[in-house]
């Protein structure tokens, strides 16, 4: 086992060979200028910190992983040389892959990640939903299941496609607003936790989250809908005067 410990730093400028079974684990600072391979089910873990954390310059090359590589929540893995990928790349958390315009990312394996996308300057990321759309993407791949830990909005020039069988889920607290896509979507896409829904079956836009804000919505012209869906027990807020604006059907679910 080769361990780079905490506050330490390893500069590889020659060749690291991880035979099968064997392991890397780093709580430290990995600057890698020269090649790194692991074979069978050997295993590298990569540090939380900074997204500068592990680099791969653009004279290296991370390559022939056949094993694990696991990226822990906060930290990052920066490409700009060569990543090929056969075996396993786990991404905890908010843990981010970028493949830079001058990278070159060659996935035959898996990458556990939520989201894909890529940024005005060509560079590939790969993290969470919300590491996409805090980045302005405009076209965002969603590759397995992710639950909301904050209010969410999909903006009108937004587009998230969704992967066969993933699903989205929105908590008691938490909202979703989709004024975009949401392309590949269907009926068991959404898991909605939360009071109410609804949909504007002419715009698209659809709205998951508490009663209150379901009919607050509504009466914004362009998202009123013909029905809003309430899906658990709810209590209104008649402080804030509710209206259920004319044509629109509230359905109460048993």
């Given at each position: 086992?080769?361990?780079?410990?905490?506050?330490?730093?390893?500069?590889?400028?020659?060749?690291?060979?991880?035979?099968?079974?064997?392991?890397?684990?780093?709580?430290?600072?990995?600057?890698?200028?020269?090649?790194?391979?692991?074979?069978?089910?050997?295993?590298?873990?990569?540090?939380?910190?900074?997204?500068?954390?592990?680099?791969?310059?653009?004279?290296?090359?991370?390559?022939?992983?056949?094993?694990?590589?696991?990226?822990?929540?906060?930290?990052?893995?920066?490409?700009?040389?060569?990543?090929?990928?056969?075996?396993?790349?786990?991404?905890?958390?908010?843990?981010?892959?970028?493949?830079?315009?001058?990278?070159?990312f060659n996935n035959n394996g898996?990458?556990?990640?939520?989201?894909?996308?890529?940024?005005?300057?060509?560079?590939?990321?790969?993290?969470?939903?919300?590491?996409?759309?805090?980045?302005?993407?405009?076209?965002?791949?969603?590759?397995?299941?992710?639950?909301?830990?904050?209010?969410?909005?999909?903006?009108?020039?937004?587009?998230?496609?969704?992967?066969?069988?993933?699903?989205?889920?929105?908590?008691?607290?938490?909202?979703?607003?989709?004024?975009?896509?949401?392309?590949?979507?269907?009926?068991?896409?959404?898991?909605?936790?939360?009071?109410?829904?609804?949909?504007?079956?002419?715009?698209g836009k659809q709205f998951y989250?508490?009663?209150?804000?379901?009919?607050?919505?509504?009466?914004?012209?362009?998202?009123?809908?013909?029905?809003?869906?309430?899906?658990?027990?709810?209590?209104?807020?008649?402080?804030?005067?509710?209206?259920?604006?004319?044509?629109?059907?509230?359905?109460?679910?048993?």
């Amino acid at each position: 086992k080769l361990d780079v410990s905490e506050g330490g730093k390893l500069d590889n400028t020659g060749n690291i060979s991880l035979k099968d079974g064997a392991a890397m684990d780093v709580s430290g600072t990995v600057e890698n200028g020269g090649n790194v391979t692991t074979e069978g089910n050997a295993t590298v873990k990569l540090p939380s910190g900074s997204e500068d954390s592990v680099n791969s310059n653009a004279e290296a090359q991370w390559t022939e992983n056949e094993g694990n590589l696991n990226v822990s929540e906060g930290a990052g893995l920066n490409v700009s040389g060569i990543f090929d990928n056969k075996g396993t790349l786990d991404l905890e958390g908010n843990a981010d892959l970028t493949v830079s315009n001058t990278g070159t990312f060659n996935n035959n394996g898996t990458v556990s990640s939520e989201a894909q996308w890529t940024d005005e300057n060509g560079d590939k990321h790969y993290g969470t939903l919300k590491d996409a759309l805090d980045s302005g993407a405009k076209d965002i791949e969603l590759n397995k299941d992710t639950t909301l830990t904050e209010d969410t909005v999909i903006p009108e020039d937004t587009t998230v496609t969704v992967n066969n069988g993933v699903t989205i889920t929105v908590p008691d607290n938490k909202s979703l607003e989709i004024n975009g896509k949401l392309e590949g979507a269907n009926e068991n896409t959404i898991i909605n936790q939360n009071e109410a829904s609804w949909k504007n079956p002419e715009t698209g836009k659809q709205f998951y989250g508490n009663l209150n804000d379901a009919l607050t919505k509504t009466n914004e012209p362009e998202n009123t809908p013909s029905q809003i869906t309430v899906n658990k027990d709810a209590e209104l807020d008649v402080s804030k005067h509710p209206e259920i604006p004319a044509g629109v059907t509230v359905e109460v679910k048993e």
